[in-house]
């Protein structure tokens, strides 16, 4: 790469601008510089800090070289890169005379041909080559060079970005996008419509003839691309839905530590169940995860329609351990599980008898808006509850959304 020579380090007898003042560096010792004014004050500062100062500088040093962006030349395609080193080739032979063998051809020699001479050589040969350049177009390219690098011989119309909207006028722009969000409330209409209402607005804001309007094909194309997935001219029911979407993309719910966040859902099954009467109806289940470690803390399973009742007996669940019941394996047991049976039994004697489900006190539980949840009983009896949004109950959605096969294939499991 060619590159101006400049020096990378500090050394003694550099002169430097600090704190205000000049210095010349007498000594380096370690990460301490000694420096000294020329009124005969000395200093011993930090490294660190002579060069982190906001004023600090190497009197009569040159700027650094420049790093050729590696990371980005790896993103460009292969054939865009094998152009810029060929170019790279052709430049170094004409400011050093070396060509890519390591030989130097008599047209290149430094020794007999200036600078100027062997850039037009270089023209030339390019010319008979079939690729015609400019003497001043290749200086450029050497300049560039000098800067940045390969980087610098890379050809910019690659490195340009294209937008859907091109090169037409952002008012006209403006004015579609303001026209399509407008079709969101209005029946579907056509896109003839949107350029005749897009026309006469600019006309009625900027005057007539003021603001270039692109051609019909063109603003065909305009319409098309700010249009993509917004249904402006399909479904008006499906356009409405969209537009009614969060604009935040959904994420995942963090939590570090067990109990710092639990969500709670109720989503009806789709499965069937026989009630004590004999009624075959549709059951809801109601669960609460813990978003930190993914455990069910607790989980409901009623006829459709679940009440605060069944929210508050879902806290109540939560908040003890839960007994083996008749028929459960020992290997359900907490005293065959990871759990510290043994510390938790000297707190509470029901441990002994209770199944592997760790008791998770929650900090903060987090609902959607039903009315189940947000009933005076439910909320007294609860930690603080934070109403959400769909974002907020993914994982206690994803559960149950596991839950009507798993039920389909054992219809006697207990909730």
Known sequence: MLMSECRSVLRVGDEVRFDGSDYRVVAISGTSVRLSSAGGEHLVVLTSHLMAAPDFEVVGATAGPEMTPFGLLDSLPEPVIAAAREWELHIVEAATGI???????????????????????KVEELAAAGRPIGLRTLQRMRARYVEQGLWGLV?????????PTGRIDERVVAAVRQELEAQTEISTGTRSRVIRRVSKALEDSYGPGVVPLPGRSTFYGLIEALSAGKHSFGSAVTRRQSANRPC???????????????????????????????????????????????????????PV?????????????????????PGWAAALAMSASRLPH??????????????????????????????????PPTMKSSPPISPGSPHSTISTAT????????????PHAES
């Open 99 to 121: 060509g890519p063998v390591g030989a130097v051809r008599p047209e290149y020699d430094p020794a007999t041909r200036t600078q100027t001479e062997r850039f037009r050589a």
């Open 155 to 163: 050809d910019g119309r690659v490195l340009r970005e294209s937008t």
């Open 248 to 302: 935040r993309p959904f994420t995942a719910t963090l939590a570090a530590r067990p109990g710092e966040q639990v969500q709670i859902d109720s989503t009806p099954l789709d499965v069937m169940v026989t009630l004590e009467p004999g009624v075959v109806a549709r059951a809801d289940l109601t669960i609460a995860v813990d978003v930190a470690t993914r455990t069910i803390c607790a989980a409901v399973l009623r």
């Open 305 to 325: 329609g679940t009440k605060a009742v069944d929210a508050a007996l879902l806290l109540a669940r939560m908040l003890v351990p839960e007994p083996m019941r």
């Open 342 to 375: 043994g510390r938790l039994l000297s707190i509470d004697e029901r441990m002994a008898q209770a199944a592997a489900k760790p008791v998770i006190v929650p900090d903060t539980i987090t609902i959607d808006g039903g009315n189940v949840f947000v009933h």
């Open 399 to 410: 559960n149950s959304g596991n839950a009507p096969a798993s039920r389909a294939r054992h």
